[in-house]
Structures are given as C-alpha cells and as structure tokens.
C-alpha cells in the first residue's frame, strides 16, 4: 500500500533579493518541503517556481508540473526551486523526476542540478521522498497558485507603490 501524502500550497513571501514578493511555495503532510532541502544545504536561497512572474512563466510552470509539457533538464527532470532573480536554471534549482501511475502523481528523485554545465551531473538528494499524490487533488493545487502575485516579474517594492498609484 502506498504512503499517500498530501500536497499543500502556501502563500510565500520573499523578503531580500531581487525585491519582496510573494510566491507559492509546497507544503506536503503539514510540513513546508524546503525546509527539508534547508537542512541539508542551509544556504540554498532558492523559491518555489510557482505563484509568481508572467502570464506565460507562470502558465509553463504548472504545464511542467501537470506533465503536459517537455521537462527541464534531460532524464525527465523539472525544477521545482529556482534562482529568485531570474528563474534561470543556469542559476541552479532543485530537480525531481514526476510519474504519473494508478490515479497517483509521485515526486521522486529530487536533487539539484543547474542547465548549461560542461559537465551536467546532479547532486542527489536522497532524504528527499518519494511522495505519493492523488492525482485530482494535486492538479486542483498545482492550478490554484495561478495568479497569486499577478502576472508581473518580481521588481522593486517602490515600482510596486508606483504602479499602485498611477
């Protein structure tokens, strides 16, 4: 029998570099899943890919995470924390592999990786799942983060208060 989790979306507010804004970021049994990446790399300064940037950026984000587009790196692999400036995978990012079996989604094979490296390895993070999700109720999330923060790319929060007044 498998271990079913559950899969969560919180509101995420990123205070530092590139600017403040907010994102989505994973929740799964009641726990936040970067915390878990934290303690293993403490200085990671990675966010969840979704709730945030562009229209486009963020529709391809959760096309990625539904299956329904080409992954991110080889080996099927798709980022799921990426660079907080520029959402480039050259940056870096936490990778995992998604399947979909027998109404389930399973999250497995996370590790970090970065696009672009002469030598292409990712480093593995084993303590990391695998997670089992209903396959409904994970779609139903995924979708959910569309539009938290709008449909604009991160910039300043004086930009933010310029926009609001005009």
């Known amino acids: 029998m498998l271990n079913r989790s ?3 979306i919180r509101e995420q507010r990123r205070e530092g570099f590139p600017c403040n804004f907010k994102h989505a970021d994973f929740w799964i049994d ?6 878990s990446i934290l303690r293993l790399y403490p200085n990671m300064d990675d966010i969840a890919c979704l709730g945030f940037g562009s229209e486009a950026f963020q529709n391809k984000q959760i096309d990625k995470l539904l299956l329904n587009v080409v992954a ?14 520029c959402g480039d995978l ?13 109404g389930m989604v399973v999250w497995y094979d996370f590790g970090i990786e970065s696009e672009g490296d002469s030598n292409p ?23 959910a983060t569309y539009g938290l923060d709008g ?16």
Not at 126 to 143: D, K, L, Q, S, V
Request: some cysteine; charged content about 30%; overall charge negative.
């Open 72 to 85: 991110d790196f080889p080996d099927d692999r798709r980022a799921l924390y990426i660079c907080p400036a």
């Open 6 to 8: 559950v899969l969560s």
């Open 30 to 35: 009641g726990q936040r899943l970067y915390d």
């Open 90 to 102: 050259g940056c870096g990012a936490v990778s995992l592999r998604i399947k979909q079996e027998e």
């Open 121 to 143: 390895r990712v480093t593995s993070l084993p303590e990391i799942g695998p997670f089992f999700f209903e396959e409904e109720t994970y779609a139903e999330t995924i979708r």
């Open 151 to 166: 449909f604009h790319w991160p910039k300043a929060d004086s930009d933010y208060n310029e926009e609001a007044e005009v």
